[in-house]
């Protein structure tokens, strides 16, 4: 885990400064280690801030191939690396360190784009090619690692941070129409809560040259067509649940390969706690649990019971409601995101302690409930594939209910295009989108009303739909938007504590071994998991195997008097006369109706409180980075 920042000007102006400011920016997510590379001809510059995983001695980046001509900088790991460098070795390519991202070098400089169908990981990369004067940034096929881009006048400019980017001179000023998707489903592919910032999607690299900048997926979820499934025998489930068990096991292994100690993030849930069972059985491993103490959402005792029961040190991260607010804005400064509800400042608190343990890499569980449908919004729409008369009824009401009601552009669209509606969006807009109109600003409020967010987004995935189940249509398309542009901040929350985060759920060979699992096979007995039940839970307490789903939530900070109080004394602040967003009267109207609240029925409000009062401190975030570098005034 790293921080990776990348100028670009064809007219060869560029010199160390150019990349100075957001070196600076960067530090947290890489502090043992700054570099600064500048093209001979001045067209690129390429800056990096290390963490020091694999090879602390040798693997110093920018890193260049031994003729000069190619020059890259990377976040992330490259799995399997050990086994390409001897075969690199072999061919006689003069590898000089242990660091993975060296043999990423030297596979691109030998193959190009090639090259990804053999790099395997969490990564983020930038490639110059300084005699063709071309330059590559590839993102891994997940989006676990960030990797942003903007334009600024001729120059092109390339981060692993939003923030990087405001420091280089970009304009901190809201996305509306993004933000405006995020409450109704999820911000598009490659927008950013930031105007001129894009990111490179997940699976997606970037070029640009003289004859302009283009990005194009190299690798996309494909799930099998509805019509492979039928016929599949009942007996063959045992031996794909073997194949899961193996591939998974060995996705947790390829992650256990670090120069140093291994942490472990567990709650009370079967993810993580699998993920511990496995990765402890070939390393020292320390698990690390947050506690609520005095909360009914407190899995702290239940990870201890787990952690003894595989046998590995435990310990305990101490949260509390006042812990909330006082983490508040370093929390949303590091992942550049509004936050819906309390559980990111407790993930901040976490990382920060597992670093001061002296821990540079731990795993984490993100990507079980995606990868393997455990969210239950996602079990009705398994519920509509497995039953067609279902989703007959379903699709007949939908389309009485677009023909005859005032149905929100987003909704309409889906229904067109799908036939009904992912039931984790029609949650959503009951939940945020519903409930938060009253309390918009007029302006945002028409572009609220008009905007639908559902037709770039099915534009997006394309064929990839195209003769799949509902159930996966649902699946790829939460993968494709919300998590990788909203759970996925969760390596932002860790990379700023100088902790990189890996996560086993989301291995290449694990997902093309889960993605052809016929649908009736993802749940048992009324369970949803049952893939990693039948398998790796065997390993675990029978309270987490037989255990119900349980997500990371932290207590509503509007059920804590004291933390309530303090969130509404930020949306009580003279900066929201000057949102763009939220209407002040509406807002404070609101508050006081929730005040006269019973602090137990507050809580269905956290997820709107948190966004109010994240858009007023994010904004103010995104505007001191565009001040920080210039001393000059950004408009927000």
């Not at 990797?147 to 405001?166: F, P, T, V």
């Not at 993920?275 to 506690?291: G, K, P, Q, Y």
């Not at 989703?391 to 987003?410: C, E, G, I, N, Q």
Request: glycine residues 8%.
């Amino acid at each position: 885990m790293c921080g990776i920042v990348v100028v670009v000007d064809l007219d060869g102006s560029l010199g160390p400064d150019s990349v100075a400011p957001a070196l600076r920016v960067l530090r947290p997510r890489g502090p043992d280690g700054e570099g600064v590379w500048v093209s001979p001809t001045g067209r690129a510059v390429l800056g990096h801030t290390r963490l020091a995983v694999n090879d602390p001695d040798g693997g110093a980046q920018p890193m260049g191939t031994p003729d000069g001509e190619q020059w890259l900088v990377a976040n992330g790991e490259f799995y399997g690396h050990r086994a390409l460098r001897d075969r690199l070795r072999r061919l006689g390519v003069p590898v000089r360190s242990g660091s993975d991202s060296e043999v990423a070098l030297h596979l691109f400089h030998a193959h190009g784009e090639r090259a990804l169908d053999e790099l395997r990981g969490e990564f983020a990369f930038v490639v110059w090619d300084e005699r063709r004067g071309e330059l590559t940034a590839v993102r891994d096929r997940f989006g676990v690692k960030p990797l942003y881009h903007a334009r600024l006048g001729r120059r092109l400019l390339i981060a692993s941070e939003i923030k990087a980017l405001l420091a280089l001179g970009v304009s901190p000023e809201w996305d509306t129409a993004a933000f405006a998707d995020h409450l109704h489903l999820a911000m598009g592919p490659d927008a950013t809560p930031v105007r001129a910032v894009r990111q490179i999607p997940p699976g997606c690299l970037l070029r640009a040259d003289a004859g302009g900048v283009h990005v194009h997926r190299y690798w996309d979820i494909d799930y099998p067509h509805a019509d492979e499934f039928p016929g599949i025998p009942e007996e063959d489930r045992f031996a794909h649940l073997e194949a899961v068990e193996a591939a998974f096991s060995r996705a947790v292994h390829r992650r256990t390969d670090v120069d140093g100690p291994l942490a472990c993030h567990l709650s009370g849930g079967l993810d993580s706690s699998s993920i511990l069972a496995l990765a402890a059985r070939s390393r020292d491993v320390t698990a690390f649990t947050v506690a609520f103490d005095g909360s009914g959402l407190d899995e702290s005792a239940l990870a201890r019971r787990t952690a003894d029961h595989v046998g590995v040190r435990h310990q305990v991260v101490h949260h509390s409601p006042d812990d909330h607010i006082t983490g508040l804005v370093d929390t949303l400064r590091a992942g550049e995101m509004v936050q819906e509800n309390a559980h990111g400042v407790a993930r901040f608190a976490h990382a920060g302690a597992i670093a001061a343990s002296g821990h540079r890499v731990a795993l984490a569980g993100e990507g079980g409930d995606e990868v393997l449908a455990g969210y239950p919004q996602l079990a009705k729409d398994l519920a509509l594939t497995l039953d067609p008369a279902r989703l007959a009824r379903t699709r007949s009401a939908y389309a009485k209910l677009t023909a005859t009601a005032d149905v929100p552009h987003h909704l309409r669209t889906l229904v067109t295009g799908l036939g009904f509606v992912p039931s984790w969006i029609v949650e959503r807009h009951a939940a945020v989108a519903r409930p938060i109109a009253p309390l918009l600003s007029p302006e945002f409020a028409r572009l609220f009303r008009e905007r639908d967010s559902a037709t770039a987004l099915l534009a997006d995935a394309g064929e990839r739909l195209v003769g799949r189940t509902p159930f996966h249509r649902s699946l790829y398309l939460f993968a494709r938007s919300r998590l990788a542009n909203y759970i996925l901040i969760a390596e932002r929350l860790d990379a700023a504590q100088g902790v990189e985060v890996r996560l086993p759920f989301f291995d290449e060979e694990f997902f093309d071994v889960v993605r052809r699992t016929p649908p009736q096979w993802y749940a048992h007995d009324g369970r949803s998991k049952h893939l990693l039940r039948a398998t790796v839970g065997r390993r675990l307490p029978a309270e987490v195997r037989d255990g119900s789903k349980r997500g990371f939530f932290a207590p509503p900070s509007a059920a804590d008097e004291a933390a309530f109080a303090a969130l509404c004394d930020v949306l009580d602040r003279p900066a929201l006369d000057d949102s763009p967003f939220f209407d002040r009267p509406a807002v404070l109207a609101w508050l006081g109706r929730l005040r006269a609240l019973p602090a137990a029925r507050r809580a269905v409000h956290d997820p709107i409180l948190q966004m109010i009062a994240g858009t007023i401190l994010l904004t103010d975030v995104f505007r001191q980075a565009g001040l920080a570098a210039h001393g000059r005034s950004a408009r927000v």
